[in-house]
């Protein structure tokens, strides 16, 4: 599972910590190992998560560990069984790099809507974002494991 948002240090860091929680409070003894990574479509290498993602993450129960911000790469979008882009743009992007797996990517909230960037803006906007970001995991979660798929 892949999540990407532009700069790959608030939006997707975010995402990739709440998934790794929410898959790991699933089942302590998972039938499948579930890998979930994040990547920016503009990201430079090694920056930290925003600090104020970090603890939106906390402030929702959860921990981000250390965090180094990383370019997508065709290679990313190949070996990921599923992508989910943060925004309709991120979506795009995705599949311009690699077009051969459109059929797995998606826009991360099954309602269609984009996350908000919350750079630059107050904590409490990071605190929303990452509760927009909860929810439309658990969603997608759900939709990944329901019979039939």
Known sequence: MLFVCTGNTCR???????????VAGADPEPAVRV???SAGTSAAD???ATPEAVEAVRRLGF?????SSTPLTPEMIAGADVVFGLTQSHVDAIRSLHPESGHKIQLLDPAGNDVPDPIGYPQNVYDDTARVILEAIRARLGSLTAPGN
Do not use: D, K, V
């Open 12 to 22: 997707s860091p975010m995402a990739e910590a709440i998934g790794r929680a929410l």
């Open 35 to 37: 890998n979930i990574f």
């Open 46 to 48: 090694g920056f930290p």
């Open 63 to 67: 921990e981000m560990p250390e965090h």
